[in-house]
Structures are given as structure tokens and as C-alpha cells.
């Protein structure tokens, strides 16, 4: 993942840097300021995601400051909007707009709470909030909308606006600071109670992270789970700073008085919220979560194009390609290397030497970013709806793992036959055969947790197991085949006898069923697969 942050030196941006570096240190960022002409020729094609944080903030307004602001707030990021969705070789570009609260032209009040909900319609009233909207609206026409004069010539761009209330915590500036620096010298503070959206820079850093990793576009409001009171900012700030302040209602009145002739009372010590439900409420928000697709490869270059062709068509663009080449001895790595350099969603490992394709699945589970896993060998092939019609699924029916009916075909895409499948599994079910496909197979990380391949034939028919056993799930399977399982010669799960020997070591050596209990599901298992 390759991000280009326009505004480095910002105090959000350096956070998310910041954050980054933790939590994603295999992602590449890099800074590029606004203050002169080169974002006009800065190179946007390596990038998956640009995130703007460059901005004028509230100023006192001039001519002179409304130009820049115009140029700034909008005219800038609505232009590289474009020559980043013209230039970027990711199937799927993300441009991340930080805009504001400010949009919205609410004021907080005394005594009342000034609620922003789903149906509150933008009307700013301050050049920063007025410059921000005018981004959002020229953003969403030009390079969201379908009607576009552009859509049809160039890929679309996935938008994510953020509007953000009050942003608080260590070296904030802006208003944050403004109360820090009240609360510090006066050492008195009023007790007055009301109720904020604000949100710290750390969650603001955990939600853009979040928003890059999950491809996600939309409008969003974030917000700390809670209400702000202004009196308990006000506290951790001197805590924060080990100083002693005095909350004194006596100076409440006094609040309430400076409010009716000054409106910076009621922007401090006025109730201003968005409403709990505000994204939910929101049509325009879509979460794209990333799949994370684990390929092993060992001498397959007679298949790694098709194969890897088959995952770029497919109609769900957010996902990434972790291939482990397991010491290939033909041209494989070479072609690896030629395709991730063309598409950036494909990211190679290389092993040193051959180790087996529990070694080379897992050096890809390891590396997974995304929430989802799905599994595709080098040379089998998925239908182009495959991703999109089993996350629909998964996201419909609260799905931790699902499977898929697939193709059985010759070398040549001859079909054979199609290999149906149950509509769910239990563990006890599983134990019976194996009715799952590996290449059909995609695996909630959230509700099932990381896990790796044990170092043993059948490794998928184990890994299965092992989690329905462990985690209690059920597997539900969709009967449309959305893969397709090139049989060839000599293929090693084509041996039966053999495969009988490996079951029988999974069901004694990883499960701990008895010898007798063992034989019964060995029995069921040979007989059913006679069947298949």
C-alpha cells in the first residue's frame, strides 16, 4: 500500500503518520505540499490512496485569504482529484478529503442541544466552511457521479470525505489550544454542563487508517463514542499539564451571560452534537472492506497469468494478492514480478527455497491485511462476481466462513462436472468429508481471528477442522459456482488411497479421535468420496 499525504506537515497528518508507522509498517507514505506548483507534475501513479489534509482554516477573512482559501480548500484537491484518477495504475484509487463540521453553518447554544442529523442540509457560514463544501460538491460531481464527462474515458475514483467536529489531544492547535491556553492561565474554570461532539487525534488517526485499509468511500462523521463536556476537557487539561484548577458554578451565570453578546461563549460552552446514528443514516456512505487473497506458487508458469488474470476481473476491485513464490525452479518468479510491477495490488513473497504449501500459504497470512481471507491456488480460476457476491452474502447473514460450488474442468476449461455443495457444515459434518473447496473458501478475520496452515497433507481439510472445532461456527455454503478446479494429471489430490492415510493422521493427530472413532469417519469419508 503506497499513500501520498498532501499537507504533511499538518497536525493530522503527522498523527496519521505517526500512527501508521505502528500499526501498518509495511505501508509506503509519502508528503507532498501544496505551497508551490509541483503537485501539477508530481508523479500520481504509484499511488493506491492520496489523503488531503492540506487546508486555510478559520482566519480572519480577506480578500487576499479568500483566494487562498478558494485555491486551497478546493480548486487544489478537486484538480489532483482528477490527475491522480487519470494517472493511478491501481484498479481502485482512493482520494480521502478532510473536510469539516464546519459545513453544517451550526452553532452550538446554551441551555439547548443543536442536534446534526442524517437530514440536516449543509449551509456554511464561514469561508472555511464554505470553501470545504464547494470541495465536497465538485468532488462528488466530477469524479463520483456516473454522469460525469469523464467517467466513461477514465477509471472511476473512490471518494471518502471526513467531516470531523472539534479535533482535541497533545499539541492540538486551533480551538483546542485556545482552551488550553484559558484553562492554564486562569486556573479557574466554570462547572457549566453540556454536551460536544469532539473527537481525539488518535481516534481521528484510527478511523483514516481504517478508511485506507478497507477501501472504504462515503461521507463520514466521526466522533468519540461520548458526548464532550467542555468542564471535563478542562480537567484533563490540567491534569494533563499537573496544574490545579478551580471549577467554580459560581461563574456560570456569567457564561450565560457573555453569550448573548459574544458568540464565542456559545462555541465553547454550547451543546453541538451530531447524531449517534449519523453515518448509519447516511445513504451516501459504502464500507468496501479489503480481501486479502493467499496464493502459493511453486513452477507454475504455464498458469500464474490466467490464474491472476482471473482475480483482476474480478467485479470487487478492493482486494490485495499475497503470492508466495515457493522456490520456483521455472520462469514463475519472473512473470510474479512483471505483474505486481503492473498492478500494485499484487504483492509477491518470495521463499528461498521450496518448503511446502502450508510454509507458502501462511508467509501469506502472516503479511494479510484485510478483514476478509479468500484462497485461490496458481492454477485454478475464479468467476469474475466471486468476491462480490460472497461478501454480499457473509455481510447479509452474519457469515464468518463461506464456501462456494465450483467447476471441476480439464487443462483446456473443458467442464467436466460441478462440484455442489451443502448449504452449511458443522464440525461433525466436516468430520464426514470434506465438502469445501479451498479455492471457494473466504473467512471473516473479525469474528474467527488470525490463525495459520499445520505443516501437514490435506492442510486445508485440517485448517477447516481446527477452526469449526475451535470457534464453534457453523460453514455455509453458496450453491452458485464461482470457481473453477483445473484437474490435472498427476495432480496429488486426485489419489484417493493416499488421501485416506492423511485423513486418518488429521483425524488421530490433530483432532484426538480414537483409533475406532477415527476409522468410522475414515469409512463415511472413502465411501462418499466415491461418490464426488
Given at each position: 500500500?503506497?499513500?501520498?499525504?498532501?499537507?504533511p506537515?499538518?497536525?493530522?497528518?503527522?498523527?496519521?503518520?505517526?500512527?501508521?508507522?505502528?500499526?501498518?509498517?509495511?505501508?509506503?507514505l509519502?508528503?507532498?505540499?501544496?505551497?508551490?506548483?509541483?503537485?501539477?507534475t508530481?508523479?500520481?501513479?504509484?499511488?493506491?490512496?492520496?489523503?488531503?489534509?492540506?487546508?486555510?482554516?478559520h482566519?480572519?477573512?480577506?480578500?487576499?485569504?479568500?483566494?487562498l482559501?478558494r485555491?486551497?480548500?478546493?480548486?487544489?484537491?478537486v484538480a489532483?482529484?482528477e490527475?491522480?484518477?487519470?494517472?493511478?495504475?491501481?484498479?481502485?484509487?482512493?482520494?480521502?478529503?478532510l473536510?469539516?463540521?464546519?459545513?453544517?453553518?451550526?452553532?452550538?447554544?446554551?441551555?439547548?442541544?443543536v442536534?446534526?442529523d442524517?437530514?440536516?442540509?449543509?449551509?456554511?457560514?464561514?469561508?472555511?466552511?464554505?470553501?470545504?463544501?464547494?470541495?465536497?460538491?465538485?468532488?462528488?460531481?466530477?469524479?463520483?457521479?456516473?454522469?460525469?464527462?469523464?467517467f466513461?474515458?477514465?477509471?472511476p475514483?473512490?471518494?471518502?470525505?471526513?467531516?470531523?467536529p472539534?479535533?482535541?489531544g497533545?499539541?492540538?492547535?486551533?480551538n483546542?489550544?485556545?482552551?488550553?491556553?484559558?484553562?492554564?492561565?486562569f486556573?479557574?474554570?466554570?462547572?457549566?454542563?453540556?454536551?460536544?461532539?469532539?473527537?481525539?487525534?488518535?481516534?481521528?488517526?484510527?478511523?483514516?487508517?481504517d478508511?485506507?485499509?478497507?477501501?472504504?468511500?462515503?461521507?463520514?462523521?466521526?466522533?468519540e463514542?461520548?458526548?464532550?463536556?467542555?468542564?471535563?476537557?478542562?480537567?484533563?487539561?490540567?491534569?494533563e499539564?499537573?496544574v490545579?484548577?478551580?471549577?467554580?458554578?459560581?461563574?456560570?451565570?456569567?457564561?450565560?451571560l457573555?453569550?448573548?453578546v459574544?458568540p464565542?461563549?456559545s462555541?465553547?460552552?454550547?451543546?453541538?452534537?451530531?447524531?449517534?446514528?449519523m453515518?448509519?443514516?447516511?445513504?451516501?456512505?459504502?464500507?468496501?472492506?479489503?480481501?486479502?487473497?493467499?496464493?502459493?506458487?511453486?513452477n507454475?508458469?504455464?498458469?500464474?497469468?490466467?490464474?491472476?488474470s482471473s482475480?483482476?476481473a474480478?467485479?470487487?476491485?478492493?482486494?490485495?494478492?499475497l503470492?508466495?513464490?515457493?522456490?520456483?525452479?521455472?520462469?514463475s518468479?519472473?512473470?510474479?514480478?512483471?505483474?505486481?510491477?503492473?498492478?500494485?495490488?499484487?504483492?509477491?513473497?518470495?521463499?528461498p527455497?521450496?518448503?511446502?504449501?502450508?510454509?507458502?500459504?501462511?508467509?501469506?497470512?502472516?503479511?494479510?491485511?484485510?478483514?476478509?481471507?479468500?484462497?485461490?491456488?496458481?492454477?485454478?480460476?475464479?468467476?469474475p462476481e466471486?468476491l462480490?457476491v460472497?461478501l454480499?452474502?457473509?455481510?447479509?447473514?452474519?457469515?464468518?466462513?463461506?464456501?462456494?460450488?465450483?467447476?471441476?474442468?480439464?487443462?483446456?476449461l473443458?467442464?467436466?462436472?460441478?462440484?455442489?455443495?451443502?448449504a452449511?457444515?458443522?464440525y461433525?459434518?466436516?468430520l464426514?468429508?470434506?465438502e469445501?473447496?479451498?479455492?471457494?473458501?473466504?473467512?471473516?478475520?473479525?469474528?474467527?481471528?488470525?490463525?495459520?496452515?499445520?505443516?501437514r497433507?490435506?492442510?486445508?481439510?485440517a485448517t477447516?477442522?481446527?477452526?469449526?472445532?475451535?470457534?464453534?461456527?457453523?460453514?455455509?455454503?453458496?450453491?452458485?459456482?464461482?470457481?473453477?478446479?483445473?484437474?490435472?494429471?498427476?495432480?496429488v489430490?486426485?489419489?484417493?488411497?493416499?488421501?485416506?492415510?492423511?485423513?486418518?493422521?488429521?483425524?488421530?493427530?490433530?483432532?484426538?479421535?480414537?483409533?475406532?472413532?477415527?476409522?468410522?469417519?475414515?469409512?463415511?469419508?472413502?465411501?462418499?468420496?466415491l461418490?464426488?
Amino acid at each position: 500500500m503506497r499513500i501520498l499525504i498532501v499537507g504533511p506537515n499538518s497536525y493530522i497528518a503527522r498523527s496519521f503518520s505517526s500512527a501508521s508507522s505502528v500499526h501498518h509498517p509495511d505501508w509506503v507514505l509519502d508528503g507532498l505540499s501544496v505551497r508551490d506548483d509541483r503537485w501539477k507534475t508530481w508523479d500520481y501513479s504509484v499511488y493506491d490512496s492520496v489523503l488531503y489534509c492540506a487546508a486555510v482554516v478559520h482566519r480572519k477573512e480577506t480578500p487576499q485569504l479568500t483566494s487562498l482559501a478558494r485555491s486551497l480548500n478546493c480548486d487544489i484537491p478537486v484538480a489532483m482529484a482528477e490527475l491522480f484518477r487519470a494517472q493511478s495504475r491501481s484498479a481502485s484509487p482512493q482520494f480521502i478529503y478532510l473536510s469539516t463540521m464546519a459545513v453544517f453553518g451550526q452553532e452550538g447554544r446554551l441551555g439547548t442541544t443543536v442536534t446534526i442529523d442524517g437530514s440536516t442540509v449543509p449551509a456554511p457560514k464561514t469561508l472555511y466552511g464554505t470553501t470545504k463544501l464547494a470541495a465536497e460538491q465538485a468532488l462528488q460531481a466530477a469524479v463520483v457521479a456516473p454522469g460525469s464527462p469523464d467517467f466513461a474515458a477514465a477509471k472511476p475514483l473512490s471518494l471518502a470525505i471526513f467531516r470531523p467536529p472539534m479535533v482535541y489531544g497533545p499539541d492540538c492547535p486551533g480551538n483546542y489550544q485556545q482552551l488550553k491556553k484559558f484553562v492554564l492561565k486562569f486556573r479557574i474554570f466554570p462547572t457549566l454542563s453540556n454536551r460536544r461532539s469532539m473527537i481525539h487525534i488518535d481516534t481521528l488517526a484510527s478511523q483514516l487508517m481504517d478508511c485506507v485499509a478497507n477501501c472504504r468511500t462515503g461521507i463520514f462523521h466521526p466522533q468519540e463514542p461520548d458526548y464532550v463536556c467542555t468542564a471535563d476537557l478542562a480537567r484533563n487539561i490540567a491534569a494533563e499539564a499537573g496544574v490545579s484548577v478551580r471549577f467554580c458554578s459560581l461563574l456560570n451565570p456569567l457564561i450565560r451571560l457573555g453569550a448573548l453578546v459574544h458568540p464565542a461563549f456559545s462555541k465553547v460552552w454550547g451543546n453541538l452534537v451530531y447524531s449517534k446514528d449519523m453515518d448509519a443514516s447516511s445513504t451516501a456512505e459504502q464500507a468496501r472492506p479489503l480481501v486479502s487473497i493467499i496464493m502459493p506458487c511453486y513452477n507454475m508458469e504455464s498458469f500464474l497469468r490466467s490464474t491472476i488474470s482471473s482475480v483482476q476481473a474480478q467485479t470487487y476491485p478492493c482486494w490485495e494478492l499475497l503470492v508466495t513464490d515457493d522456490g520456483s525452479t521455472d520462469d514463475s518468479r519472473r512473470i510474479l514480478t512483471d505483474l505486481a510491477r503492473e498492478d500494485p495490488r499484487i504483492k509477491p513473497l518470495y521463499l528461498p527455497h521450496n518448503s511446502g504449501i502450508a510454509a507458502a500459504r501462511n508467509a501469506g497470512l502472516e503479511r494479510a491485511s484485510g478483514r476478509y481471507l479468500a484462497f485461490l491456488d496458481s492454477d485454478d480460476l475464479w468467476m469474475p462476481e466471486k468476491l462480490a457476491v460472497q461478501l454480499r452474502f457473509m455481510r447479509e447473514h452474519n457469515a464468518a466462513f463461506t464456501y462456494t460450488a465450483y467447476e471441476r474442468v480439464t487443462e483446456d476449461l473443458t467442464l467436466l462436472n460441478t462440484k455442489q455443495v451443502p448449504a452449511q457444515l458443522s464440525y461433525r459434518d466436516l468430520l464426514k468429508k470434506n465438502e469445501i473447496g479451498c479455492l471457494s473458501v473466504m473467512i471473516d478475520r473479525d469474528k474467527v481471528g488470525d490463525f495459520s496452515m499445520p505443516h501437514r497433507k490435506h492442510e486445508d481439510y485440517a485448517t477447516w477442522l481446527s477452526l469449526l472445532r475451535t470457534t464453534g461456527i457453523t460453514a455455509y455454503g453458496i450453491q452458485d459456482p464461482l470457481a473453477r478446479y483445473v484437474v490435472r494429471d498427476g495432480s496429488v489430490s486426485r489419489n484417493k488411497w493416499r488421501s485416506m492415510t492423511w485423513v486418518y493422521g488429521i483425524y488421530t493427530q490433530q483432532e484426538g479421535l480414537s483409533p475406532l472413532t477415527a476409522t468410522l469417519y475414515l469409512m463415511r469419508w472413502f465411501f462418499r468420496s466415491l461418490r464426488a
